[in-house]
């Protein structure tokens, strides 16, 4: 168990990693998606005794091999529990389509409880975007008063498979196709709309030669990289030689400053993240979300903590249907508003 951490009018508690979770109350509503990856129902299995119903984001699919797959998980989900049910969506890339939705899910249950709602989210194949959104949107509004996340940490690979051997490859692309484009999460923009001057921390994931120019666009006088602790990035001869140019020219950059964060610490990013905003000279600082969802998270925290933090994910052209094999740790996060008094019971 970790040490609580203030972050605002939030406070975060931080446990993991579990092989099963003993969850100590009910909740409002909880929230969970279909996924192609096997490790999609992991962290709802983990539970000991899920008190609620259960509600599963589907997200609609290009294709009838990622159809299958979550038809697939459905069956899963449903040996878990008797009560699911399924709200179905665009394609995940349709964010504000989809964000007008959960809007709706949200306002809907809190009509039916009358008060502010807890919630609990499983992140692990939630796009970061939603996952940020509900945040952002449940606390701005007063919609909820707690907000608690499960991940399971699942395994991907970054290595050079030596399937290609020429010096310079194109950047390499592990769960997403075509380009990039940018999402500025609302409820999680800054105070400045147009600055001058912006300062950048961005939370790194695997896909480097693609950040490279999605970073650089933004021209930052500071530029902070959180990199993630247990990643191959660690060792950059083991990467395909495309990504080890793209991390050594990140790296070599004279405002660049480096961090190494655990994939599942929220705690540790969001402190950094929050110092990082209140130390900057710039008029904005964004956060760039492209690392582990966790590391989104705590960028989530601190954003709402600092009015001149702002949070942008990448929405790609389509996402590829990779399978991700669960590792086995299962985390929690439990964020609640410390001045709503619903939190609390």
Known sequence: MHKPLIVGTLSLQQSG??????????????????????????????IKELKSPLTLLKFASSSEEMEAAKAESLKTFQTLTGEISIVELQGSTQFQKNADRLVDLITERVTVVGRPIKILVDITCMPKAY?????????????????????????????DPNTDQSPNPDPRSII????????????????????????????????????????????????????????????PELLLPGERAALDDLLSEPNA????????????????????ARSSGSEVVSAIAL???????????????EPNLEI?????????????????????????????????F
Not at 30 to 37: K, Q
Not at 295 to 304: D, E, R, T, V, W
Not at 312 to 339: H, M, N, S, T
């Open 176 to 235: 997403s196709d075509g380009e990039w484009a940018s999402l500025q999460v609302p409820y999680f923009s800054a105070d400045v709309a147009i600055p001058n001057s912006r300062d950048i921390i961005v939370a790194m994931g695997g896909e480097i030669g693609l950040s490279l120019p999605f970073i650089e666009k933004y021209e930052p006088v500071m530029l902070s990289l959180a990199l993630i602790t247990e990643s191959i990035v660690q060792q």
């Open 312 to 344: 942008i994910c990448r929405v790609p052209k389509r996402y590829k249907p990779l399978d991700v094999a669960p590792l086995g740790p299962i985390w929690l996060y439990e964020i609640e508003d410390r001045f709503e008094p619903s939190a609390y």
């Open 131 to 159: 996952s940020l959104f509900l945040m952002g949107m449940g606390f701005a509004n007063g919609y909820i008063s707690r907000i608690d996340c499960i991940y399971a940490e699942g395994a991907y690979s970054l290595a």
């Open 17 to 46: 990693p579990h092989t099963s979770i003993d969850l100590c109350r009910a909740y409002d509503l909880v929230l969970s998606a279909l996924s192609w990856e096997r490790r999609a129902t992991s962290a709802v299995s983990a």
């Open 291 to 305: 690392g582990s969802k966790p590391h989104a998270l705590a960028l989530g925290l601190a954003a709402l903590s």
């Open 257 to 276: 400053v480096r961090i190494n964060v655990p994939l599942c610490d929220v705690s540790a990013l969001a402190d950094h993240a929050v110092t990082f």
